[in-house]
C-alpha cells in the first residue's frame, strides 16, 4: 500500500493550495479517505474525509466552508482543494486510508502517506 501526498507550499493568507493523495496497493474505491494535519508543536488532528463514493463528506469547524474534500475513483486520488488559507492552517498535511467516516473525524486510518507541508504567511 503506497499513498503519495503532494501540492503543499508557501502561500499567503487568502490564498488557494490543492493537495493530491495518490492512492495504489489497496482497492481504492472501496474506501473512505481522510486528510490529517499536524501543526508546529501541536497533536495531529483530522481535517476532513470522504467515502467511498464520494458522495458522504466532513471537515473540521476551522476549515469548514473553506476546504473541499474529492475523489477520482478511476485515477486513485484524493484531492482537498484548500481555500482562503490562514496562518494557522499551516500544518503537514497527511492523507490516510483505508478508515472510517464520520462527522467525528475521529479514526486512525490503516496506512499514512509521507505528508506535504503547507505554509501559510500573513
Known amino acids: 500500500v503506497q499513498l503519495q501526498a503532494s501540492g503543499g507550499g508557501l502561500v499567503q493568507a487568502g490564498g488557494s493550495l490543492r493537495l493530491s493523495c495518490v492512492a495504489s496497493?489497496?482497492?481504492?474505491?472501496?474506501?473512505?479517505i481522510g486528510w490529517f494535519r499536524q501543526a508546529p508543536g501541536k497533536e495531529r488532528e483530522g481535517v476532513s474525509c470522504?467515502?467511498?463514493?464520494?458522495?458522504?463528506?466532513y471537515y473540521a469547524d476551522s476549515v469548514k466552508g473553506r476546504f473541499t474534500i474529492s475523489r477520482d475513483n478511476t485515477e486513485n486520488i484524493s484531492y482537498l482543494q484548500m481555500n482562503s488559507l490562514k496562518p494557522e492552517d499551516t500544518a503537514v498535511y497527511y492523507c490516510?486510508?483505508?478508515?472510517?467516516?464520520?462527522?467525528?473525524?475521529?479514526?486512525?486510518?490503516?496506512?499514512w502517506g509521507q505528508g506535504t507541508l503547507v505554509t501559510v504567511s500573513s
Open positions: 490516510g486510508a483505508p478508515m472510517p467516516c464520520d462527522s467525528s473525524l475521529g479514526y486512525t486510518p490503516e496506512y
Open positions: 470522504i467515502g467511498s463514493a464520494g458522495i458522504r463528506t
Open positions: 496497493g489497496f482497492p481504492f474505491r472501496s474506501y473512505s
